[in-house]
């Protein structure tokens, strides 16, 4: 076996064209640039609204509540009641652009709450809402 005798050089040189102090500096910048400051450094103006009965009453009455039981009774506003007399509630002018919620027990049929919401939707009621625990 031969070996090779010609002769190596003895350092390679290698040239970084960033130094390490850049690499570093724009690390910083990137950090710097990301970081979400916390709420508490964000300036708040300490408000105390003050209590309005008015205001209850009126956010009170601008939603309408269907509950519906496992049996599948149905209660507007707490007021028990059928299907059919439902459609024609929800269909008054006076319900006209207000909330549904509608509160549905989770041993109920999907079709029953389906129903109501199709009840809703034939009445033109968009903002309708199911309340969750």
Known sequence: MQFSTKPRDEETEVRVPTSLIDVIFLLLI??????TFPDIYKR??????PQAKAADVERAT??????MDARGRIAL??????VAVLEERLKRPEAKGRTVVIKADERL???AVTQVLGICRDAGLVDVAIAVR
């Open 62 to 67: 601008k939603k309408l509540v269907v509950e």
């Open 30 to 35: 990137f950090f710097m640039m990301t970081y």
């Open 109 to 111: 049929s999907h079709g």
């Open 77 to 82: 506003n707490g007021e028990e009641m059928t």
């Open 44 to 49: 708040k103006l300490d408000v105390k609204l």
